[in-house]
């Protein structure tokens, strides 16, 4: 029988069949797409043609098809479903895919051609996205280690290959460590809570298979309880669950994973001849130099820090009114801060969450598409991966665009966070493929029969993926290496954070923030007063962030720590980090930064990005409003239809005439006036 990760796919827009695949399918497909793709890069090696931009850089652009198909699956599913099976497979993939990168890199054959071609360029008469491609071809080999040979070339092959299995164990034992842990709540553990959060905690228990509700470290579940919970005891003891993720001894501990990660990172920027990792990583982004990057950050660390001490200083007050002495503690700091909120604000989150529904957060998400860039979303039946799992095709004009799917609620074999992910994405080279696009969030799942309900974090983060998927679906490029998010990765995040200021617009949550019971829309009085608290508690969102930017930067901004965790204390001192705030994300649950090489030394992305989608929001806002349609057409004529095929910087400018400054951030996040 054919292993349908391998057969053609009948499906509905060619989706996988998910139906028919078994976990036993993945590792041989692997082994046979991997096998191809060897007999597809000898081709080219071996060729006696002479290199041309057509037989060498295009056709590499269709060497890995099968292979990416089958991988796209599996990793899409291995993330958002996983069992022991599939993190059996994680395991066992990673070294063979990191062998098979070295083995492609090191063909001195195949890097002659990209070279004799890459020196041939001049007179080529390639198009701008032709030359682009060269460039980004040849240096993703040069930074891979092509240039390498003998000892040093051995060196770098065996330190990727270790580096790639730290990355899968690190993510794995976060995620035993986030699926483990759960805090029974008896009748006498509830006060405070109001009945969505203990809503959500039985629903949390049942899934648990607990006698009643539970808490567990999902964060739609954890914040909520820290913000209400009366029992300060309680609050600490699943704080201290939560920031030790990672970090509990035993099997799962990933500080010495941490501490051999960066080691190894240091290693390999040597061998490259860099200085630093830092320099290596950010030689490619946006900011180009570590110094870059730390200026940004010290900016905006400033007066995020005096807010938030300024905060703190009331919070703690609040506490000692209570009757607690000593000082205010990180597992104190939502539950005053929400009180705090209702006092200057008239506001509290059980107040809002029925307003913020999902299904309803899904339309707001889905008419703001269609008013700016007029596509239209029809939701279908087909092949998915988990019951939970929503498919809409998305047209325009009549003409299909993409798929889009949306996996929203947390469970026990989905990783914490949320993200955005492509199975398929869009490219005309080679034939024509339509993006097929993956939102997961982790949304507390309702009880039978009730709507779900969103805080309003919640709801930003719906719109923040949304905005990723928008990237991907209105790709418009020839080179599928070149598509959708292949960007820098401190740009990447700009359509992302850009997206999430129309769910601020008051006439989308005027149509769309809904009562889940009585259907009526959000009182205006109650409006103003959400949009009012906007920059509520801002110091502290952006202290907790700016701290773990600085320490990633930090950790690969020199040489590599034998302690990180001493190193992380170091730098938290140093920069006066405030007692009652924690790290949004410490060393051992860090997996941006150590669960693969993405987001290490580039955590600053999503500050380097909002300086961006600041200004870039400031555009509507300057010509005819939220929804002109002639900015929205320059967005998506720049910045969202080109993927990597022009350098970032120079779709920025094209798109709103010069690169921004750091004041307009500053102003959106309400640390303007900061001392």
């Not at 110094?291 to 009331?314: I, N």
Request: proline fraction near 5%; aromatic fraction near 10%.
């Amino acid at each position: 029988m054919t292993n349908p990760l391998l057969a053609d796919w009948s499906t509905p827009f060619e989706m996988p069949p998910f139906d028919l695949i078994s976990d036993d399918d993945y590792a041989p497909a692997m082994d046979i797409a991997m096998d191809e793709a060897r007999a597809n890069i000898a081709a080219i090696a071996e060729s006696a043609e002479p290199a041309t931009f057509e037989n060498t850089i295009a056709a590499l652009e269709a060497t890995e098809d099968a292979l990416n198909r089958v991988l796209s699956t599996f990793y899409a599913v291995a993330g958002a479903d996983s069992n022991d099976k599939r993190e059996a497979l994680q395991r066992e993939f990673a070294p063979k895919l990191s062998a098979y990168g070295s083995e492609v890199v090191e063909n001195k054959k195949l890097y002659a051609r990209i070279e004799a071609v890459w020196q041939a360029r001049e007179g080529l008469d390639l198009t701008p996205e032709q030359q682009r491609l060269l460039m980004l071809k040849r240096r993703s080999f040069v930074r891979a280690g092509a240039q390498l040979s003998g000892a040093p070339e051995e060196e770098l092959r065996e330190v990727k290959s270790r580096l790639s299995v730290l990355g899968t164990d690190f993510m794995q034992n976060l995620l035993a460590d986030e699926r483990d842990w759960f805090m029974p709540l008896g009748p006498d553990d509830l006060q405070g809570l109001p009945d969505f959060v203990l809503a959500t905690a039985k629903a949390a228990g049942a899934e648990k298979e607990s006698d009643g509700p539970v808490v567990t470290l999902s964060r739609s579940l954890i914040v909520p309880f820290l913000q209400f919970s009366e029992r300060r005891d309680l609050r600490q003891k699943a704080y201290e669950a939560w920031v030790a993720r990672g970090a509990n001894g035993g099997k799962t501990d990933n500080r010495a994973i941490a501490a051999e990660t960066l080691k190894l990172r240091e290693k390999r920027a040597a061998l490259l001849g860099y200085e630093t990792f830092a320099d290596f990583k950010l030689e490619t982004e946006m900011a180009k130099t570590p110094d870059a990057v730390r200026d940004l950050l010290m900016q905006v660390w400033r007066p995020a820090k005096a807010a938030a001490d300024a905060d703190a200083e009331v919070l703690e007050r609040m506490l000692h009114a209570d009757g607690w002495n000593g000082p205010l503690q990180p597992w104190d700091w939502w539950f005053y801060s929400e009180k705090r909120r209702k006092e200057l604000h008239d506001l509290d989150e059980a107040e809002l969450k029925p307003y913020l529904q999902l299904e309803r957060m899904i339309a707001a998400s889905f008419t703001c598409a269609g008013r700016l860039f007029g596509l239209e979303f029809k939701e279908i039946e087909g092949p998915r991966y988990h019951p939970d799992v929503r498919l809409w095709e998305v047209t325009r004009d009549g003409e299909h665009v993409a798929v889009f799917m949306g996996d929203y609620f947390a469970r026990n074999s989905k990783r914490s966070g949320a993200w955005c992910t492509a199975m398929r994405v869009q490219k005309r080279h080679g034939g024509v493929a339509q993006p097929l696009v993956l939102n997961v969030c982790n949304f507390a799942k309702p009880e039978e029969g009730k709507p779900a309900l969103l805080s309003y974090d919640d709801a930003r983060t719906l719109f923040h993926e949304f905005g990723h998927a928008l990237h991907q679906m209105l790709s418009d490029v020839t080179y599928e290496s070149m598509s959708g998010t292949s960007v820098a990765r401190d740009f990447v995040e700009l359509p992302s954070q850009l997206y999430e200021h129309w769910l601020e617009v008051p006439a989308v949550l005027s149509e769309f923030a809904t009562h889940a019971e009585t259907g009526e829309p959000m009182p205006q009085d109650l409006l103003d007063r959400m949009l009012g608290a906007s920059t509520y508690d801002m110091g502290f969102q952006t202290v907790e962030y700016v701290a773990s930017a600085l320490v990633d930067l930090g950790f690969h901004d020199g040489p590599a720590p034998s302690d990180p965790m001493q190193k992380q204390a170091e730098i938290l001192e140093e920069i006066g980090m405030p007692h009652a705030i924690r790290m949004r994300h410490a060393t051992p649950h860090f997996a941006h930064v150590f669960a693969g090489d993405g987001y290490s030394s580039g955590y600053y992305s999503y500050m380097w990005s909002e300086v961006m989608d600041a200004d870039a929001f400031a555009a509507f806002e300057e010509a005819g409003g939220p929804f002109d349609q002639d900015v929205a057409k320059r967005l998506e004529e720049t910045v969202l239809s080109s993927g990597g095929s022009v350098d970032a910087a120079e779709l920025y400018t094209a798109f709103r005439g010069r690169l921004p400054g750091v004041e307009a951030l500053l102003k959106g996040r309400g640390l303007d006036k900061a001392a």
